[in-house]
């Protein structure tokens, strides 16, 4: 009976969240009750987002969610169903129809012979939810971030969020395996979104009418979007000022420090090694020439040095601290590497510990040497 009371399922009229308010989602979900001249009217000029009904899926319920955060679907109705005819009294289609066609709002990729991918270096078949991503991502993003589509930021975050949300959620829905065939994962994971999403189905015994089963896609609709708000407001609140900051403190280093650059001091920790080789890769920095990085730990007390490796995944470090430091610690590393303050260097030499800054800088300047 509360379900009933929040949602008019004979057109699941599901009211969107906010653009730049993401938390009066909740609020916004209760259909009104007023049925004037005027009200009707008003209704039925709303736009209406079409989409499969039965089983739902984490592409499709996403898909939904990130239409209502876009100025022309943002107070769309949402019908689901199967039928053709239904279905063509649509303004958007999606996951359902056979047909991706751009200019008639159709987005569907279970049809014979789709292959479309998100491109810029991707190749993962996209599913409804990248479809829709690909094409009003941007939208999206700046309507999140309140800056307008063609600020640099927008495009950055937009192939952030693909890489990092989208493309996963596209390749489990298509059938896309993680891994090539021949390796056997050790363990099975259920608490990926789009597991979490299907749980929200009803099971084999539970009640499978259609009020039910659209409750349940509204509440997978909402699960899709808060997490997609959640990772998007982390790239633009906490990832992308750490790539601004890590620009920053190279120009600053190569200025104060070391011309060459392979050195980078960081007055506060901040993560750096995914930022680094994505910078190289694009120009921005030099690529292979970062190699020390220095820091303060996380209690602020004493600092780190750090080799930077050949590659983010890689345990194999582009210069390694000396091999006859590895393994010192205290007064033992303070008279092997002459530099007072010794705390520790790891055993296989990626990083080391200083009391001092420029203790860490000095283990970091004989290195280079060695």
Request: charged letters at 25%; glycine letters at 6%.
């Given at each position: 009976?509360?379900?009933?009371?929040?949602?008019s399922?004979?057109?699941?009229?599901?009211?969107?969240?906010?653009?730049?308010?993401?938390?009066?989602?909740?609020?916004?979900?209760?259909?009104?009750?007023?049925?004037?001249?005027?009200?009707?009217?008003?209704?039925?000029?709303?736009?209406?987002?079409?989409?499969?009904?039965?089983?739902?899926?984490?592409?499709?319920?996403?898909?939904?969610?990130?239409?209502?955060?876009?100025?022309?679907?943002?107070?769309?109705?949402?019908?689901?169903?199967r039928?053709?005819?239904?279905?063509?009294?649509?303004?958007?289609?999606?996951?359902?129809?056979?047909?991706?066609?751009?200019?008639?709002?159709?987005?569907?990729?279970?049809?014979?012979?789709?292959?479309?991918?998100?491109?810029?270096?991707?190749?993962?078949?996209?599913?409804?939810?990248g479809?829709?991503?690909?094409?009003f991502?941007?939208?999206?993003?700046?309507?999140?971030?309140q800056?307008?589509?063609?600020?640099?930021?927008?495009?950055?975050?937009?192939?952030?969020?693909?890489?990092?949300?989208?493309?996963?959620?596209?390749?489990?829905?298509?059938?896309?395996?993680?891994?090539?065939?021949?390796?056997?994962?050790?363990?099975?994971?259920?608490?990926?979104?789009?597991?979490?999403?299907?749980?929200?189905?009803?099971?084999?015994?539970?009640?499978?009418?259609?009020?039910?089963?659209?409750?349940?896609?509204?509440?997978?609709?909402?699960?899709?979007g808060?997490?997609?708000?959640?990772?998007l407001?982390?790239?633009?609140?906490?990832?992308?000022?750490?790539?601004?900051?890590?620009?920053?403190?190279?120009?600053?280093?190569?200025?104060?420090?070391?011309?060459?650059?392979?050195?980078?001091?960081?007055?506060?920790?901040?993560?750096?090694?995914?930022?680094l080789?994505?910078?190289?890769?694009?120009?921005?920095?030099?690529?292979?020439?970062?190699?020390?990085?220095?820091?303060?730990?996380?209690?602020?007390?004493?600092?780190?040095?750090?080799?930077?490796?050949?590659?983010?995944?890689?345990?194999?470090?582009?210069?390694?601290?000396?091999?006859?430091?590895?393994?010192?610690?205290?007064?033992?590393l303070s008279?092997?590497?002459?530099?007072?303050?010794?705390?520790?260097?790891?055993?296989?030499?990626f990083?080391?510990?200083?009391?001092?800054?420029?203790?860490?800088?000095?283990?970091?300047?004989?290195?280079?040497?060695?």
């Amino acid at each position: 009976m509360l379900l009933r009371s929040r949602f008019s399922f004979s057109r699941l009229v599901y009211r969107p969240i906010h653009r730049y308010c993401f938390y009066q989602h909740r609020a916004t979900l209760s259909t009104m009750s007023d049925t004037s001249p005027q009200s009707k009217r008003q209704k039925t000029a709303h736009k209406v987002i079409g989409t499969h009904n039965g089983t739902f899926h984490c592409d499709e319920a996403l898909a939904v969610f990130l239409l209502r955060q876009t100025a022309t679907y943002a107070i769309a109705d949402l019908k689901r169903t199967r039928d053709p005819a239904t279905l063509d009294t649509c303004d958007i289609v999606v996951d359902v129809g056979a047909v991706y066609d751009e200019a008639k709002q159709r987005f569907d990729h279970h049809q014979r012979g789709f292959t479309d991918v998100f491109g810029h270096g991707f190749n993962t078949k996209l599913s409804s939810a990248g479809l829709i991503y690909k094409h009003f991502g941007k939208e999206i993003v700046a309507n999140r971030l309140q800056v307008p589509i063609d600020d640099p930021k927008v495009e950055l975050l937009w192939l952030k969020m693909y890489k990092e949300f989208i493309e996963a959620i596209d390749g489990i829905d298509n059938g896309v395996s993680q891994y090539p065939a021949d390796i056997k994962p050790l363990y099975r994971s259920r608490t990926d979104l789009s597991s979490r999403v299907g749980h929200l189905n009803p099971a084999w015994n539970q009640p499978t009418d259609a009020a039910t089963v659209d409750a349940r896609f509204l509440e997978a609709s909402m699960l899709t979007g808060t997490e997609f708000f959640s990772r998007l407001d982390y790239y633009a609140n906490a990832w992308l000022p750490a790539r601004d900051l890590l620009v920053a403190t190279i120009k600053e280093s190569k200025e104060t420090i070391d011309p060459t650059g392979r050195i980078i001091l960081f007055n506060q920790f901040l993560p750096w090694k995914e930022h680094l080789f994505e910078l190289e890769s694009t120009g921005i920095v030099m690529p292979d020439v970062a190699t020390y990085v220095v820091y303060p730990d996380e209690t602020g007390g004493n600092w780190r040095v750090q080799a930077v490796p050949i590659s983010p995944e890689s345990f194999e470090s582009r210069k390694a601290l000396p091999e006859e430091w590895r393994g010192l610690r205290d007064d033992e590393l303070s008279r092997a590497s002459d530099i007072e303050g010794g705390i520790f260097i790891h055993a296989s030499g990626f990083i080391g510990g200083n009391k001092t800054k420029d203790g860490a800088l000095n283990l970091a300047k004989v290195s280079l040497n060695k």
